[in-house]
């Protein structure tokens, strides 16, 4: 998820850089066990939601803030059963290699 939480209007990167960015590696995650995931900015994805991180990052000059929700869907209070931590994490390691291959300096 990017920013932002606080507001449903994205911020000026959103469409050229963050939008791809995080497309991207939601493709590099699907690949490894063909998990569903979904990428946007927090207000559109869960809800308009105020004191997020990637809001405060974003303002502070980070310029790819994500946050990342794992696969457990709540179903066991977000607690990632043992066998679903390894396979998460190999999915998440794709996902991460995606954005570090491609992250834009300014």
């Not at 066998?83 to 998460?88: G, K, R």
């Not at 190999?90 to 995606?98: N, R």
């Amino acid at each position: 998820m990017t920013p932002y939480g606080y507001s449903c209007t994205p911020p000026e990167s959103y469409e050229s850089y963050l939008k791809p960015l995080t497309a991207g590696a939601v493709a590099a995650l699907e690949k490894v066990l063909g998990t569903r995931f979904m990428s946007g900015d927090i207000c559109h994805l869960i809800t308009q939601a105020s004191g997020s991180s990637t809001d405060y990052a974003l303002s502070i000059g980070v310029g790819a803030p994500f946050g990342i929700e794992l696969r457990e869907k709540g179903a066991a209070n977000f607690d990632l059963p043992a066998d679903q931590i390894l396979p998460s994490g190999q999915e998440i390691w794709e996902a991460f290699k995606y954005v570090l291959d491609n992250l834009k300096t300014v």
